[in-house]
């Protein structure tokens, strides 16, 4: 840190807002922490993604109000982010079920009000001000880190141990809320002006022109603006990748993994609503949630088709025709372990393996529609290399009518995340270095005959 002659450790303990612990008694609010406990319980199944179990565990919990909510679900994404700490450090105390222990320091850890994590047994307040003070490089690798020892290795074997240390504490911070502004529909200084006056602040963020950080976490679905589609919610990382989509006016773009389309609109915003968007996906289900947000972007120019799988005969029609194939392929999303931190104990070594062998299989159909001089764009938000780099290379090596284009060639350098190296040759963020999700991509460019 500049300026100071003591190295803070990369894995610093959680600040507890300077508070201390009382030695309160069960009182009116022990009732958050025994819901914290329960639903630390339902999410230790990891039988479905967090948000999902979090917001059922809402529905079936009308008695939590809406001051309590957040709180709650605040404690439950620290658990999971700490969950090795978490559970490591539980184990210490003495007498009560652990989970109440674990509900505890999620909540001191998420910055609950200490009239929250202070009530119920004394016993287990006297725990935590022991375990407050453990030294975090004392703790073994998973509880140090908070990352699977698969995760963990992987990362130090792939890019070296300081990578893999400054990756770890990144990811136990929740991520910020970015916005695209839909320059179908407004300005950047609009959208900035409509937002102040209902008391929502946003900052610029450097590289993207029509990108805005907001201040905090404020509700912005609910704002007319939002609901007329003059924003999107979506993270930088995500919007730098879509930048390299790079369409022309009058393109045919096939968005071969669009998803809900988050990529879909911003490529779309890009081509003015000119030329043709063709959104596939395997999943009627995330391809329906895209239709409403292209209604409300103003979007007109997109089609969409739920395919079987990559080989799906339907998409012969396109073959050598589209000037542009982006493919967000699926992948392990441990770039995105800010905002979904259960994906680390939901994934593993076989499934990163299986998703590997889905990524060659649809860039290998996907790559088919790409016309002569076309670009296909191979998007992840993984930080592995063997979702990235490692594809990349054996695509080239399979394919030899694509060369790899610079990503520098196609963002000008106004455009670019300072964060990503300029000199590599395919793209790459990493949490910790510029505060977007994890991303990567690369940018393939089919020779033109
Ligand atoms: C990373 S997500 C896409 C996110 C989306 N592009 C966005 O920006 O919001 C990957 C998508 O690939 C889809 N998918 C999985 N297998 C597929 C396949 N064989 N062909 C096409 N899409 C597939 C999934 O349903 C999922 O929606």
Request: hydrophobic residues 40%; positive net charge.
């Given at each position: 840190?500049?300026?100071?002659?003591?190295?803070?450790?990369?894995?610093?303990?959680?600040?507890?807002?300077?508070?201390?612990?009382?030695?309160?008694?069960?009182?009116?609010?022990?009732?958050?922490?025994?819901?914290?406990?329960?639903?630390?319980?339902?999410?230790?199944?990891?039988?479905?993604?967090?948000d999902a179990v979090i917001s059922r565990f809402f529905k079936?919990?009308?008695?939590?109000?809406?001051?309590?909510?957040?709180?709650?679900a605040?404690?439950?994404?620290?658990?999971?982010?700490?969950?090795?700490?978490?559970?490591?450090?539980?184990?210490?105390?003495?007498?009560?079920?652990?989970?109440?222990?674990?509900?505890?320091?999620?909540?001191?850890?998420?910055?609950?009000?200490?009239?929250?994590?202070?009530?119920?047994?004394?016993?287990?307040?006297?725990?935590?001000?022991?375990?407050?003070?453990?030294?975090?490089?004392?703790?073994?690798?998973?509880?140090?880190?908070?990352?699977?020892?698969?995760?963990?290795?992987?990362?130090?074997?792939?890019?070296?141990?300081?990578?893999?240390?400054?990756?770890?504490?990144?990811?136990?911070?929740?991520?910020?809320?970015?916005?695209?502004?839909?320059?179908?529909?407004?300005?950047?200084?609009?959208?900035?002006?409509?937002?102040?006056?209902?008391?929502?602040?946003?900052?610029?963020?450097?590289?993207?022109?029509?990108?805005?950080?907001?201040?905090?976490?404020?509700?912005?679905?609910?704002?007319?603006?939002?609901?007329?589609?003059?924003?999107?919610?979506?993270?930088?990382?995500?919007?730098?990748?879509?930048?390299?989509?790079?369409?022309?006016?009058?393109?045919?773009?096939?968005?071969?993994?669009?998803?809900?389309?988050?990529?879909?609109?911003?490529?779309?915003?890009?081509?003015?609503?000119?030329?043709?968007?063709?959104?596939?996906?395997?999943?009627?289900?995330?391809?329906?949630?895209?239709?409403?947000?292209?209604?409300?972007?103003?979007?007109?120019?997109?089609?969409?088709?739920?395919?079987?799988?990559?080989?799906?005969?339907?998409?012969?029609?396109?073959?050598?025709?589209?000037?542009?194939?982006?493919?967000?392929?699926?992948?392990?999303?441990?770039?995105?372990?800010?905002?979904?931190?259960?994906?680390?104990?939901?994934?593993?070594?076989?499934?990163?393996?299986?998703?590997?062998?889905?990524?060659?299989?649809?860039?290998?159909?996907?790559?088919?529609?790409?016309?002569?001089?076309?670009?296909?764009?191979?998007?992840?938000?993984?930080?592995?290399?063997?979702?990235?780099?490692?594809?990349?290379?054996?695509?080239?090596?399979?394919?030899?009518?694509?060369?790899?284009?610079?990503?520098?060639?196609?963002?000008?350098?106004?455009?670019?995340?300072?964060?990503?190296?300029?000199?590599?040759?395919?793209?790459?963020?990493?949490?910790?270095?510029?505060?977007?999700?994890?991303?990567?991509?690369?940018?393939?460019?089919?020779?033109?005959?």
């Amino acid at each position: 840190m500049a300026g100071s002659s003591k190295k803070k450790s990369p894995l610093r303990r959680p600040s507890t807002g300077g508070a201390r612990v009382n030695r309160g008694a069960a009182g009116p609010r022990y009732g958050v922490i025994s819901l914290v406990a329960q639903l630390i319980d339902l999410l230790n199944l990891f039988d479905g993604p967090a948000d999902a179990v979090i917001s059922r565990f809402f529905k079936d919990h009308p008695e939590l109000g809406g001051r309590d909510r957040p709180v709650v679900a605040e404690a439950a994404y620290c658990w999971l982010r700490y969950r090795y700490r978490i559970n490591h450090l539980a184990q210490s105390g003495e007498g009560g079920p652990t989970v109440m222990r674990q509900a505890k320091l999620a909540l001191l850890w998420s910055g609950a009000p200490e009239a929250i994590w202070s009530a119920g047994r004394s016993e287990d307040n006297e725990w935590l001000s022991r375990v407050i003070h453990v030294p975090v490089d004392n703790l073994s690798q998973e509880p140090k880190t908070c990352l699977p020892a698969w995760l963990y290795e992987q990362i130090t074997t792939e890019f070296g141990p300081d990578r893999a240390l400054s990756f770890a504490q990144a990811v136990l911070s929740a991520a910020p809320l970015d916005l695209r502004v839909n320059t179908l529909k407004a300005s950047t200084q609009e959208v900035v002006a409509g937002l102040a006056a209902q008391g929502i602040e946003v900052l610029p963020i450097a590289g993207l022109e029509d990108g805005l950080r907001a201040v905090g976490k404020p509700v912005v679905g609910r704002t007319e603006m939002f609901q007329e589609g003059l924003f999107e919610v979506q993270d930088a990382g995500s919007q730098w990748v879509s930048k390299l989509v790079a369409p022309r006016r009058g393109d045919l773009v096939i968005d071969f993994c669009a998803g809900a389309g988050g990529k879909t609109l911003a490529v779309a915003a890009a081509m003015k609503n000119t030329g043709r968007v063709v959104a596939l996906d395997t999943s009627e289900r995330r391809l329906q949630k895209f239709r409403p947000r292209a209604a409300r972007s103003g979007m007109s120019n997109f089609y969409t088709m739920v395919i079987n799988d990559e080989a799906d005969p339907r998409l012969n029609k396109y073959f050598s025709k589209a000037d542009r194939v982006v493919v967000d392929v699926p992948c392990s999303g441990m770039g995105t372990l800010r905002r979904n931190p259960d994906l680390k104990f939901r994934q593993g070594p076989q499934g990163v393996a299986e998703l590997v062998e889905k990524q060659k299989s649809i860039l290998h159909h996907a790559c088919q529609l790409v016309k002569p001089d076309g670009r296909l764009v191979y998007i992840t938000c993984s930080v592995l290399k063997q979702e990235n780099e490692e594809i990349v290379e054996w695509f080239l090596a399979n394919n030899p009518e694509f060369r790899l284009r610079r990503w520098t060639e196609v963002l000008n350098p106004a455009d670019r995340p300072a964060s990503a190296d300029q000199t590599a040759d395919t793209f790459r963020l990493w949490p910790e270095d510029g505060e977007s999700d994890g991303f990567f991509a690369a940018v393939l460019q089919r020779s033109k005959s």
